[in-house]
Nanobody, 115 residues
């Protein structure tokens, strides 16, 4: 079956950077979009960034100018480059994708921004 596996989370100082990766595997005919959500303790899950099949992107206001989403179609992998990280970016980051017209979630990777 299709699955998503995230990596790249960790502990970083304020102002630092992290690069998250999400690799999709399995029987994938098409990728309609791949993106990233995050969920902080006690808060709802929110969209951070998404990249669509045509290459267009969408970002949360808090991510604009700091985060960049990209993809490697040959590897069925999406990346989230996060720069100028702030403590309020601390959350579990989840990969989400519409693959072969079905929605999938990764297990999440913890990002902690703290001094």
């Amino acid at each position: 079956q299709v699955q998503l596996v995230e990596s790249g989370g960790g502990l970083v100082q304020p102002g630092g950077s992290l690069r998250l990766s999400c690799a999709a595997s399995g029987s994938i005919f098409r990728i309609n979009f791949m993106g990233w959500y995050r969920q902080a303790p006690g808060k709802q899950r929110e969209l951070v960034a998404v990249i669509y099949s045509g290459g267009s992107t969408n970002y949360a206001d808090s991510a604009k100018g700091r985060f960049t989403i990209s993809r490697d179609n040959a590897k069925n992998t999406v990346y989230l480059q996060m720069n100028s990280l702030r403590p309020e970016d601390t959350a579990v980051y989840y990969c989400n994708a519409d693959l072969t017209n079905r929605r999938y979630w990764g297990q999440g990777t913890q990002v902690t921004v703290s001094s």
